[in-house]
Antibody, heavy 121, light 108 residues
């Protein structure tokens, strides 16, 4: 059974960089065929896809985040990571990591439990 | 970017009743690449429907999806107690992939 677990600071100061890591168990990132995504959910509201990474390191980001996003992967550690720079209060959200579905690389059927990140001084 | 608008915002129903949720897109969703998710409090979303009408593995047949173009519907034929949750539609035909704002199905 695939499991994903987010980790990282729960509090980030404005203008700093948010850094999160997702650790995958029960699966291999390097087996290919799937994309590994970050999705966030602002408090009490809807969901926003941030971007995804393939095991090769190939990335694709949501243009709305305007160049603030960087993702990386470490297949040996079975981890992939998110960095979001120049954060503001608008980046306060629950951040989920997720594995793409067998139905489409742009759907997700395995998710982490989510980590709340608050941007505040 | 395709904007998805869900209605109603909240649906108050009793167990055993039929629920009909709507998702309208700001432009046509190519190849009916429209999905539905269910989210319960303090849980991650769960994929229910993909391709507008196909159920994901393990999803009960009381859940059904329909629609094409800009208008899509999720129907729950008879609500079970575990179905009271928030439901989101998502389009994955045009990048960036976007979600609706959600419909809450609550117990009346």
């Amino acid at each position: 059974q695939v499991q994903l677990q987010e980790s990282g600071p729960g509090l980030v100061k404005p203008s700093q960089t948010l850094s999160l890591t997702c650790t995958v168990s029960g699966d291999s990132i390097s087996s290919g065929g799937y994309y590994w995504s970050w999705i966030r959910q602002h408090p009490g509201t809807g969901l926003e896809w941030i971007g995804h990474i393939y095991y090769s390191g190939s990335t694709y980001y949501n243009p709305s985040l305007k160049g603030r996003v960087t993702m990386s992967v470490d297949t040996s550690k079975k981890q992939f990571s998110l960095k979001l720079s120049s954060v503001t209060a608008a980046d306060t959200a629950i951040y989920y990591c997720a594995k793409s579905s067998t139905y489409s690389s742009n759907l997700w059927d395995y998710w982490g439990q989510g980590i709340l990140v608050t941007v505040s001084s | 970017e395709i904007v998805l608008t869900q209605s109603p915002g909240t649906l108050s129903l009793s167990p055993g009743e039929r629920a009909t949720l709507s998702c309208r897109a700001s432009q046509s969703v190519s190849s009916s690449y429209l999905a539905w998710y269910q989210q319960k409090p303090r849980q991650a979303p769960r994929l229910l429907i993909y391709g507008a009408s196909s159920r994901a593995t393990g999803i009960p047949d009381r859940f059904s999806g329909s629609g094409s173009g800009t208008d899509f519907t999720l129907t729950i034929s008879r609500l079970e107690p575990e179905d009271f949750a928030v439901y989101y539609c998502q389009q994955y035909g045009s990048s960036p992939w976007t979600f609706g704002q959600g419909t809450k199905v609550e117990i009346k």
